[in-house]
């Protein structure tokens, strides 16, 4: 039995010293867990993150080269514009509309009518275009308005066919002005108060009647250079006759007592016009005149007669046109150029015959064999056009009533 007891002891006395090592490590490997990592354990990590940050690199962009900056590969390329965001489209007045952009966090718009683009704005401009001022906000809005207020309430707009735009306004019944416009540059005013004005420039005629209604044509045939004084047939076989006294040039109509019946001269603005019968006749200072006979399909030459009426009393100075003082003759020329007349406002009150015109001028040249129309409205015919015809003769000449031609802008012929 004693010897049983040592053995007990001996054996317990060998596996404690054999336990003891192993619960020592066991409470070391616990502490290495929460104990801050070492600089020599740090190495790994770092080296393991950029291998990681490596192997990612490639799948999105290529590492810069060493001694290229990374900034400018940023930014758009040299001399461009950042790129343009679409934000909205703003329908304006006038058929105008305006597409705004943000670029670079700021706005612009541009400003397009009849598919083309007039101009652009950045953030906090305005432009004026055909008496529209057009402003761009610093918010994005788009703000639109006349610029108009001495010319009257505005009625009607229009294009011709040589690219002239046309706006024409209302003051009174018998007292209408227009404004014409080329790339949105005004050419100037023209204001029929009471008569019927008229601008010319090359070979594009047109006429503002008191009454707002308008004519247009192109002098291509139909034109006499430097009328030398006398007595001219019109197509429509009405006979005028063209005059130089005091240092100006007029022209008054004939019939078949002789001539003159109503002479008008050539005012301070450079032109007058008459109307004869179915004939509208715009005469210039230097003494060239054109005439367009009202619903003639075409417009030929004046023929000079002579210095009076030949046979006075036998030429009867018909009118061969159909035009009963409604303006809707059609005349028997058989020139090879058309011309279109325009209107939008039926006269009320008997008009005169004769009456004088004032001008402005346009500058488009129209090539030869084009043609012209006028301010473009729905509803538009001939005995619309002019205020003055039939038998009211001399009613508006004779009362003296007087118009001024606002000028902008002279022909360079009339200096």
Sequence with gaps: MRFALRTAIATAVLAGAALTPVAAATTAFAAEGTRPATAADAKPAASDAAGAATAVTPDTKPAAPADKPAGPDAKPAAGN????????TVQLVEGMSAQVFTVD???EADVHKGGKTLFTLKEGEKRTYNRVEVYLKADGRVISRQVDEDMGALIRTGTLKNGTYVKIYQVSTYHHRADAFIDGESLGVLDANGRS??????VQYFVLNADGSTYNWLGLENVVTGAKPGVYKLPNGQLIKITY???RYAVSSCDSDGCPRGVLFVDDTGRVVSRTGSAVVVLDRNGTFSHYIIGAA??????????DVPGTGTDKGTDKGTDKGTGTGTGTDKGGDKATPTATATPTATPAATTAQGTISQTSVVPKGG????AETAG???HTLLIASG?????????GLGFVAMRRRQAADRG
Excluded: H, I, M, W
């Design 391 to 399: 038998a009211g003769a001399a009613a508006l000449s004779a009362a």
């Design 197 to 202: 004005v008229a601008s010319q420039n090359d």
């Design 81 to 88: 514009k950042g790129e343009r965001e679409p934000v909205k």
């Design 245 to 247: 006294a005091e240092g």
């Design 371 to 374: 043609v012209a129309a006028g």
């Design 380 to 382: 538009e015919s001939d």
């Design 105 to 107: 966090g700021a706005f």
């Design 298 to 307: 075409t417009q030929s030459a004046a023929v000079y007669v002579g210095a």
